[in-house]
């Protein structure tokens, strides 16, 4: 099992920064951010695995970066916000290398409950 703990949700205005932390309870070797703002299906933000690999979605693309410390801890680093980053996001965890699946929320086994994140414009 692991249990996620997400934090540093806020409420900022356009142009903001925020970075989001998400703690996990032990080694997760594929991690990611999602996030769904309202009326709208959950969507990849970023995901990154053991080996630092990467991806991130087009629409933040130079503007949020994902890290990860050495132990179990997962950053978001999120600059220049805009309105249309408005939502609940979600932090996700598999204790198996990042695949094909790594876009999906649901093949992830582990997740968390969501920190919310509004700006104004």
């Known amino acids: 099992q692991v249990q996620l703990m997400e934090s540093g949700g806020d409420s900022v205005q356009a142009g903001g920064s925020l970075r989001l932390s998400c703690t996990a309870s032990?080694?997760?070797?594929?991690m990611g951010w999602f996030r769904q703002a309202a009326g709208e299906e959950r969507k990849a933000v970023a995901t990154?695995?053991?080996?630092?690999?990467t991806t991130v979605a087009d629409s933040v693309k130079g503007r949020f970066t994902i890290s990860r410390d050495n132990k179990n801890t997962l950053y978001l680093q999120m600059n220049n916000l805009e309105p249309e980053d408005t939502a609940l996001y979600y932090c996700?965890?598999?204790?198996?290398?990042?695949?094909?699946?790594?876009?999906?929320?649901?093949?992830?086994?582990?997740r968390g409950q969501g920190t919310q994140v509004t700006v104004s414009s």
């Open positions: 032990r080694y997760a070797r594929c």
């Open positions: 990154i695995d053991s080996d630092k690999d």
């Open positions: 996700a965890a598999e204790t198996i290398q990042c695949g094909h699946w790594r876009l999906r929320f649901n093949a992830y086994n582990y």
